[in-house]
């Protein structure tokens, strides 16, 4: 600029920049004040995450909004990822064997259906797995207490089939309406 007698505004135009570029000077921010507030709640409270820092930040009326706190949080490498769910281990899967004779292999089910009235009923079905014809099929009363296999348990006996059963565990296997 000196050499060639312009002035500021006449350089920076013709450098086709803008004159703040100049005349801009870094503000060096000073963080010890966010770290400090940071490690103090996360040594008090070691389990929780940067929503409920910043929820105590903001009851706090600290000065500093999220984006600065977020930065620091970062820095301090606090932002580690989501724990995973804990999963059950794979069951083993027994295929099931063929009866070779009748009465040898029974399955049961519950099964549940509503009348035109709109009165619900669940059923009580036993099938033979030889010939898969049903075996013993009840009408269940709405209302069961503790013991609902016992009139199960007596009619299967009449039958004789009380050797194996499998049962299936969908939505109404279970004997509660």
Not at 23 to 29: F, I, L, M, Q, S
Not at 39 to 53: D, I, K, T
Request: hydrophobic share 35%; net charge positive; charged share 20%.
């Amino acid at each position: 600029m000196s050499e060639h007698h312009l002035s500021q505004r006449r350089a920076c135009q013709a450098a086709g920049l803008a004159r703040s570029t100049l005349r801009y000077a870094r503000v060096v921010c000073d963080d010890s004040g966010v770290i400090d507030f940071i490690q103090r709640y996360v040594a008090l409270n070691p389990r929780h995450g940067f929503g409920l820092l910043y929820a105590s930040a903001r009851f706090q009326e600290q000065p500093w909004g999220k984006t600065v706190l977020w930065r620091v949080y970062c820095q301090l490498k606090l932002n580690l990822p989501r724990r995973g769910k804990k999963r059950l281990p794979q069951r083993i899967k027994h295929p099931l064997e063929a009866a070779s004779t009748p009465n040898q292999g029974w399955s049961c089910d519950f099964m549940s259906d509503a009348l035109w009235s709109g009165r619900q009923f669940r059923t009580f079905n036993v099938l033979t797995t030889s010939t898969e014809s049903a075996c013993v099929s009840k009408l269940m009363p709405a209302c069961l207490q503790l013991g609902w296999y016992e009139p199960w348990r007596s009619s299967l006996r009449s039958v004789g089939c009380l050797s194996a059963f499998a049962w299936t565990t969908g939505p109404s296997s279970s004997p509660r309406p």
